[in-house]
C-alpha cells in the first residue's frame, strides 16, 4: 500500500548538486553565499508544492500527512535563518 503523501527521495544527483556548493565545489563562493540561496530557494519550492497541493481535494489522512510536511518545511526554514542569524553574528 502507497502511503497517501510520501516525501521526495534524496537522489544521487541532488547530493552531487549540493556537494558543488561545498567549499572546493565548482559553484562555492567565499561566503557560502550560493548555497545559502540554493537552500533558502529549495525550501521555498517545496512549501509552495506543499501549499498548492493542500488545496486540492484530499482525505483526512492526506490532509494530515501534507499539514505535518508544511510545518517540516516551515521549521527546515527557521532553523536555517537562525542559522544564518548565528553566523552573522560571530
Do not use: C
Amino acid at each position: 500500500m502507497k502511503e497517501p503523501f510520501a516525501p521526495p527521495e534524496l537522489t544521487d544527483d541532488m547530493v552531487a548538486t549540493l556537494e558543488e556548493f561545498l567549499p572546493g565545489g565548482s559553484l562555492a563562493d567565499g561566503n557560502g553565499e550560493a548555497l545559502n540561496a540554493a537552500i533558502s530557494t529549495a525550501l521555498t519550492h517545496m512549501e509552495q508544492r506543499l501549499a498548492i497541493r493542500s488545496r486540492k481535494s484530499q482525505s483526512p489522512e492526506q490532509f494530515e500527512a501534507l499539514s505535518a510536511a508544511r510545518r517540516a518545511v516551515q521549521g527546515g526554514e527557521l532553523a536555517w535563518q537562525l542559522y544564518q542569524a548565528g553566523l552573522s553574528t560571530k
